[in-house]
């Protein structure tokens, strides 16, 4: 079985590159394509009422941005470029009909929703936790236990819903904390 990013780019479409500053879609735009993340990150972002902003996915290389609009006539999002991106972009009528008459294609896409919901719960999970130094433990033991490299830093203080000042004494404070460790060796 193909796996979802080839199948997708299997289907009709094109490769786009982006920059920075690009909107892809507008929440309530009419659902009209599919983007695979191919190189770079776009976020999907929700505003609140107060002019507030929640990521609601990060979409690197390998993610499907918006995945569950699929099934939807609008999008519930803006799709915000925030590096430089290529995507392979299909037009949604060839996805649709793609379920419709490829089985393997629609149990890759079931498999990788399903992926995503515990994704998403586990993040739920860290999220829950009430300190910034409980919920970067949770990111690490979801991510491998190490950071990205230190120009991604700032992401991952929105995955874990603190400020990067926040996410920036959190690193200092165990950066000390194993500094005074070695030194009592």
């Known amino acids: 079985m193909l796996d979802l990013s080839e199948a997708i780019r299997s289907l009709p479409g094109r490769r786009a590159e982006t920059t920075p500053g690009v909107t892809l879609f507008r929440r309530d735009d009419r659902v009209r394509q599919l983007h695979l993340v191919e190189v770079g990150c776009v976020h999907l972002v929700r505003y609140g009422e107060d002019g507030s902003a929640a990521v609601m996915?990060?979409?690197?290389?390998?993610?499907?941005?918006?995945?569950?609009?699929?099934?939807?006539?609008?999008?519930?999002?803006?799709?915000?470029?925030?590096?430089?991106?290529?995507?392979?972009?299909?037009?949604?009528?060839?996805?649709?009909?793609?379920?419709?008459?490829?089985?393997?294609?629609?149990?890759?896409?079931?498999?990788?929703?399903?992926?995503?919901?515990?994704?998403?719960?586990?993040?739920v999970e860290v999220l829950s936790r009430r300190t910034v130094q409980n919920r970067l433990d949770g990111w690490f033991a979801l991510n491998g236990g190490s950071l990205p490299r230190k120009g991604s830093w700032r992401s991952v203080a929105e995955d874990i819903g603190v400020s990067p000042e926040a996410f920036y004494r959190e690193l200092q404070r165990r950066r000390s904390q194993s500094s005074r460790s070695r030194s009592l060796k």
């Open 57 to 123: 996915q990060r979409a690197t290389a390998g993610d499907i941005l918006a995945e569950s609009s699929i099934f939807s006539d609008r999008y519930h999002c803006d799709a915000l470029v925030v590096e430089d991106a290529v995507l392979w972009t299909s037009e949604m009528a060839d996805v649709r009909a793609a379920f419709e008459a490829d089985s393997h294609f629609a149990e890759s896409f079931a498999k990788h929703l399903a992926g995503e919901v515990m994704r998403m719960r586990s993040r």
